[in-house]
């Protein structure tokens, strides 16, 4: 398998505190990698990094070999990387079919006039969309779901929705922050098995998840941080035996089991 992601020695200050410290791990093609870690230890600040959202204080994120550090989240999103919204992204009263258009109109190459004057050109591109979009829907489970508004949608489908407008930018490398976050275990179980769906179409996937089971469940590797600092890394069964990673979650937090 070749490398989609690599960071190297990536560091974030803010003032004097290290929120990342020389932080280094990679991301396979098709490859689901955790990076997890008790509250504080800089999981959000290393994804944020790779999003670009936030720009490193030093350190590289490398994606395909092309240097991308410090690129803007829309150049990442031109290159491939697509992130999970939190659902007050949603458009709550919009359909389930018409958020995920939303979500794919930034990309189309249809102008507004187009739209107006409703040219073939536009008809067909929106058509296409359409049908994108159902095939993501069905591809995760939803397809009954086109036409309800998000607002009435149950907490879980609507992260599956978050998850949708996120495939549908047909990404190479996906970054999933919390999507466990308050669900029920059998909301956490669906997800495990879509996750793993995701990955067999090649996609990558980088989770940051606090619910240990998901994690453990769906991951190829992990990589553990603590203090902006990476501890371990490895797989599930390296990383949950580590006598390190052991101490800092008895020690800080109990895992979410
Ligand atoms: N914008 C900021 N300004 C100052 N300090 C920050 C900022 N963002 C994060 N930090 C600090 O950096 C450290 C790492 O935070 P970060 O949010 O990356 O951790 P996390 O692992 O994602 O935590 P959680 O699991 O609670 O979301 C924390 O000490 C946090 O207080």
Do not use: W
Not at 44 to 72: E, H, W, Y
Not at 75 to 83: E, I, N, P, T, Y
Not at 93 to 106: E, P, Y
């Amino acid at each position: 398998m070749s490398e989609l992601l690599e960071v190297a020695g990536l560091t974030r200050a803010f003032g004097g505190l290290f929120a990342a410290r020389d932080v280094a791990f990679k991301v396979a093609d098709g490859e689901v990698v955790g990076l997890i870690g008790p509250n504080g230890a800089g999981k959000t600040t290393v994804f944020n990094m790779i999003a670009g959202l936030l720009k490193p204080t030093s350190g590289q994120v490398l994606l395909g070999g092309r240097d991308c550090t410090g690129l803007q989240p829309h150049r990442m999103a031109q290159l491939g990387v697509a992130r999970t919204f939190q659902i007050t992204s949603l458009f709550p009263t919009l359909t389930v079919m018409d958020n995920i258009r939303v979500g794919m109109h930034r990309r189309m190459v249809g102008s507004v006039v187009g739209a107006l004057l409703g040219t073939a050109a536009y008809r067909r591109e929106e058509e296409s969309a359409r049908s994108k979009a159902r095939d993501i829907l069905d591809f995760l489970g939803m397809s009954g779901l086109s036409d309800r508004e998000a607002q009435f949608l149950s907490y879980g489908d609507q992260r599956r929705l978050e998850l949708a407008i996120a495939l549908a930018a047909e990404p190479k490398l996906l970054l999933l922050d919390e999507p466990a976050a308050g669900m029920s275990p059998d909301e956490s179980r669906r997800l495990i098995e879509l996750i793993g769906k995701i990955r067999q179409t090649g996609v990558s996937v980088l989770l940051v998840e606090h619910h240990m089971k998901v994690v453990m469940g769906v991951c190829d590797r992990i990589a553990v941080l603590d203090h902006g600092v990476v501890i371990a890394q490895g797989q599930p069964h390296e990383v949950a035996n580590d006598p390190t990673v052991i101490r800092v979650y008895l020690g800080r937090e109990t895992a979410n089991a």
